[in-house]
């Protein structure tokens, strides 16, 4: 009897992933910088946060609160596009998630950075199309990321914060 209730636990397991597993490939739009105002929506189930809009002059703020006291702030432009994002939290956030297509220009740039980099400096990214900035050390983590061109007129970098 326990060998049954075993095997139908490990079906239902089974299941359970698979189901999970269509969920997250059914729904592949990725919140990320340059992604509009849907893209923050699809953060938010990818975090499994909860979401709070602040309204600026010549912005908008979507902060994501997730568990575990992380919060990630996507700012998003009067044309309805993210052109920063900033966090903090425990752990660093899924930088392929929030960068979207400029992930891959943020490794290069932190590949040809890491051989000037020792210990647990923080890692500063200044390209002309992608700012980064990040630094901290386990349960305290935080940085910020821009692409300058596509800043509204007015703002300034050090409102992403």
């Known amino acids: 009897m326990h060998k049954?209730?075993?095997h139908s636990m490990n079906s239902k397991l089974l299941l359970a992933g698979a189901m999970l597993t269509i969920f997250?490939?059914?729904?592949?739009?990725?919140?990320?910088?340059?992604?509009?105002?849907?893209s923050v929506q699809a953060d938010q189930l990818y975090m499994q946060g909860t979401r709070q809009t602040i309204a600026a002059e010549s912005y908008t703020v979507h902060e994501i609160q997730a568990g575990a006291g992380a919060v990630v702030r996507e700012y998003v432009s009067p044309a309805?596009?993210?052109?920063?994002?900033?966090?903090?939290?425990?752990?660093p956030p899924?930088?392929?998630q929030l960068l979207g297509s400029y992930f891959e220009q943020y490794v290069q740039a932190a590949k040809a950075k890491?051989?000037?980099?020792?210990g647990r400096?923080?890692?500063?990214?200044?390209?002309?199309g992608l700012v980064v900035?990040?630094?901290?050390h386990p349960r305290a983590f935080a940085g910020m990321a821009y692409v300058p061109?596509?800043?509204?007129?007015?703002?300034r970098a050090e409102e992403i914060q």
């Open 80 to 91: 309805g596009k993210v052109f920063g994002l900033a966090w903090h939290g425990r752990w």
């Open 149 to 155: 061109e596509m800043l509204p007129p007015g703002v």
């Open 4 to 6: 049954r209730r075993s």
């Open 114 to 118: 890491s051989g000037y980099r020792r």
């Open 24 to 38: 997250v490939t059914a729904f592949p739009a990725r919140a990320s910088l340059g992604g509009d105002t849907a």
């Open 121 to 128: 400096r923080p890692l500063m990214i200044e390209q002309p």
């Open 94 to 96: 899924n930088m392929h």
């Open 133 to 136: 900035q990040m630094g901290g």
